[in-house]
């Protein structure tokens, strides 16, 4: 389970740019996105590399805001294992200028409910200790509450426009979560 094309998606990346930029064959990229091979370590810092630049170029073209001093993405995000705290100001960066307005925020589900949203940089490093684990062993993870008693919730990536917010979990990550309404 990796984000290879989720991350191809987002920057239109083609599978032949990426093997031309890291100069293997199509069937490499191929085998990478099945998750048949794993691309060395050399490799995965120049998928990060490529990934990371087309983010901020995007984040470029579109955000009103200044520009966060760095914009990386972790190996971590690219293997689907977890959200680091430069991959959330990352795609923060990327998206919300085109989002128009609209904010990229976690949020906590009990029993479907929406309980509660986390839209800052310090909220998520106070909620996350600046990781958001997406899965292990192939299982996506609910967040533990430890300072409630253990409470466990549901997360979701979600698009916030006001009161009103839109999941976006399986646009921003590989994942077969059902989406929440």
């Known amino acids: 389970m990796n984000n290879l094309e989720k991350l191809q998606q ?12 890291l100069d293997v064959t199509l069937a490499d990229v191929q085998a990478w996105q099945d998750d048949v091979r794993v691309p060395t370590i050399a490799e995965l810092e120049a ?26 993405l972790s190996l971590d995000y ?7 705290t430069s991959d959330w100001i990352t795609l923060k960066w990327a998206f919300e200028g085109q989002w128009q307005g609209d904010k990229l925020a976690v949020g906590f589900f009990h029993n479907g409910q929406l309980t509660r949203l986390v839209t800052s ?9 600046g990781y958001l684990i997406l899965q292990t062993e192939g299982e996506f993870e609910p967040y533990i509450d430890e300072f ?16 009103t917010y839109r999941d976006v979990t399986r646009e921003l990550i590989a994942t077969d979560l059902p989406e929440i309404k």
Request: hydrophobic fraction near 45%; aromatic fraction near 8%; charge should be negative.
């Open 121 to 129: 940089d310090s909220e998520f490093v106070a909620a996350f200790a």
């Open 47 to 72: 998928l990060v590399g490529i990934f990371s630049s087309q983010l901020d170029a995007q984040g470029i073209e579109t955000q009103t805001q200044p520009h966060p001093i760095h914009i990386r």
């Open 148 to 163: 409630d008693d253990d409470k466990v919730y549901d997360w979701r990536l979600l698009r916030l426009a006001g009161e």
């Open 10 to 21: 987002l920057t239109h990346i083609t599978t032949q740019e990426i093997a031309d930029a």
């Open 78 to 84: 690219l293997l689907n294992l977890g959200l680091t």
